[in-house]
């Protein structure tokens, strides 16, 4: 649906490697009609995420899926009730469980030190 990269930190500082937040939501108008008000948890993943990405020191990929046509991606994370958040590879929340951005800068700092 969407890909935004959001450089990392307020200093300009930049890795070669981009940390992945993939999100999945219910809400797709282009192809099911279904609008943007229906969830209103799908609008806060996806806020929450890129905030969270402005306060780490390396760029992040926010992409924003389908759950409706992406449902086996979601399912492998554990993601059964969108919308689902996944960290590099991790499930950080889904559904109701709306994470603070303090928790997904958390997140993101755990993968980066996991990766490198």
Request: proline share 6%.
């Amino acid at each position: 649906m969407s890909e935004e990269t959001v450089p990392g930190g307020t200093d300009g500082s930049e890795t070669d490697t981009a940390v992945s937040v993939d999100i999945y939501v219910i809400t797709e108008t282009e192809r099911l009609g279904i609008p943007e008000n229906f969830c209103k948890e799908c609008n806060l993943f996806v806020n929450v995420a890129k905030e969270a990405s402005k306060e780490v020191q390396v760029p992040v990929d926010v992409e924003v899926y389908s759950w409706w046509t992406n449902p086996l991606s979601a399912l492998k994370h554990g993601g059964y009730h969108p919308p689902v958040m996944v960290i590099d590879g991790t499930r950080i929340s889904q559904g109701e469980d709306i994470p603070s951005k303090e928790r997904v800068i958390q997140a993101l700092k755990s993968s980066l030190s996991e990766d490198r």
